[in-house]
T-cell receptor, first 115, second 115 residues
Framework: AQSVAQPEDQVNVAEGNPLTVKCTYSVSGNPYLFWYVQYPNRGLQFLLKYITGDNLVKGSYGFEAEFNKSQTSFHLKKPSALVSDSALYFCAVRDSNTGANNLFFGTGTRLTVIP | GAGVSQSPRYKVTKRGQDVALRCDPISGHVSLYWYRQALGQGPEFLTYFNYEAQQDKSGLPNDRFSAERPEGSISTLTIQRTEQRDSAMYRC?????????????FGSGTQLSVL
């Protein structure tokens, strides 16, 4: 079975500081990993994905994430946080071995960037 | 269209009534997904289509839930004999690619409240 854990419900960071939103996963095969962001009253927006290749992937709005197979993690990072980054962030995984196309989402982490 | 459109935005119904939720995907998008999101949780997969074919309905909770996409564009998720536990945000997403869950475009959702 596949699962995703986002251990922090809430992350607060000062504007201009680096931010990290944590995600760990569990799959039987090779993972496809994703980050989505949800702004108030909006649908989820795709940020970035890891399918294969370079462990460090870069995405929208200056975000990046690093795939770490040994730690089964895919933490989201940004070098300098903006107030406009404040939103709800979801990590998601798809197990490449199951043949299923659906994504399994974590419970989300609310990021607040303090001016 | 410019984005994935869902209607109605809010739906309040009485227990036992049937409801139909509509999703209009981005023009030309091949695959269409339905997810359900409870408060404080991540989206949970319900079903998905490639064109008009329903490829996976393993996430539908029971036989009161059904979905169709008869012409490979607009989709309707129908819930019969609604129950209070059906209350949630129902999200639709579409993708340009066949089975392409790698980058989903989400609508703003339909908030269903069953009284």
């Amino acid at each position: 079975a596949q699962s995703v854990a986002q251990p922090e419900d809430q992350v607060n960071v000062a504007e201009g500081n680096p931010l990290t939103v944590k995600c760990t996963y569990s799959v039987s095969g090779n993972p496809y990993l994703f980050w989505y962001v949800q702004y108030p009253n909006r649908g989820l927006q795709f940020l970035l994905k890891y399918i294969t290749g370079d462990n460090l992937v870069k995405g929208s709005y200056g975000f990046e994430a690093e795939f770490n197979k040994s730690q089964t993690s895919f933490h989201l990072k940004k070098p300098s946080a903006l107030v406009s980054d404040s939103a709800l962030y979801f990590c998601a995984v798809r197990d490449s071995n199951t043949g299923a196309n659906n994504l399994f989402f974590g419970t989300g982490t609310r990021l607040t960037v303090i001016p | 269209g410019a984005g994935v459109s869902q209607s109605p935005r809010y739906k309040v119904t009485k227990r036992g009534q049937d409801v139909a939720l509509r999703c209009d995907p981005i023009s030309g998008h091949v695959s269409l997904y339905w997810y359900r999101q409870a408060l404080g949780q991540g989206p949970e997969f319900l079903t998905y289509f490639n064109y008009e074919a329903q490829q996976d309905k393993s996430g539908l909770p029971n036989d009161r839930f059904s979905a169709e996409r008869p012409e490979g564009s607009i989709s309707t998720l129908t819930i019969q004999r609604t129950e209070q536990r059906d209350s949630a945000m129902y999200r639709c997403a579409s993708s340009l690619w066949y089975g392409g869950s790698e980058k989903l475009f989400f609508g703003s959702g339909t908030q269903l409240s069953v009284l």
